[in-house]
Nanobody, 115 residues
Framework: QVQLVESGGGLVQPGGSLRLSCAAS????????MGWYRQAPGKQRELAAV???????TYADSVKDRFTVSRDNAKNTVVLQMDSLKPEDTAVYYC?????????WGRGTQVTVSS
C-alpha cells in the first residue's frame, strides 16, 4: 500500500504562511489524484486542495486564492503552500492519494493559526 507522510504543520500567526509536504512511498506520477483534506474539531473532513497527474487542481472555495497545491514528481511529494492563513484554517490536514482506485490517507499534521 502507498504510505503517505505529512510534514510542515505547526503554529503560525494569522496572515502568515505555511508549507505542508506529503511524501509518498511510491512514484507519485502513477497516482492519479493527490492532495489535502482537512478536519477541524467538531467538523466534517473536507477537501482543501487536490491535484491530478495532469496538473488539474481543485480547491475548496474557502481556500481558493490563498492555497496552492503542486506536485514534485522527482521527490514523490505533493506540496500545499498556504498563504494569508486565517484562524478558521486551523485543522488537522491529511494527505490523500487515489491510487489504483483506492483512497489512501496519511496520519495527518496539525495546523494551528493563532496569534
Amino acid at each position: 500500500q502507498v504510505q503517505l507522510v505529512e510534514s510542515g504543520g505547526g503554529l503560525v500567526q494569522p496572515g502568515g504562511s505555511l508549507r505542508l509536504s506529503c511524501a509518498a512511498s511510491t512514484t507519485i506520477f502513477s497516482i492519479g489524484v493527490m492532495g489535502w483534506y482537512r478536519q477541524a474539531p467538531g467538523k466534517q473532513r473536507e477537501l482543501a486542495a487536490v491535484i491530478s497527474s495532469g496538473g488539474t487542481t481543485t480547491y475548496a472555495d474557502s481556500v481558493k486564492d490563498r492555497f496552492t497545491v503542486s506536485r514534485d514528481n522527482a521527490k514523490n511529494t505533493v506540496v500545499l503552500q498556504m498563504d494569508s492563513l486565517k484562524p478558521e484554517d486551523t485543522a488537522v490536514y491529511y494527505c490523500y492519494a487515489n491510487y489504483r482506485n483506492y483512497g489512501h490517507w496519511g496520519r495527518g499534521t496539525q495546523v494551528t493559526v493563532s496569534s
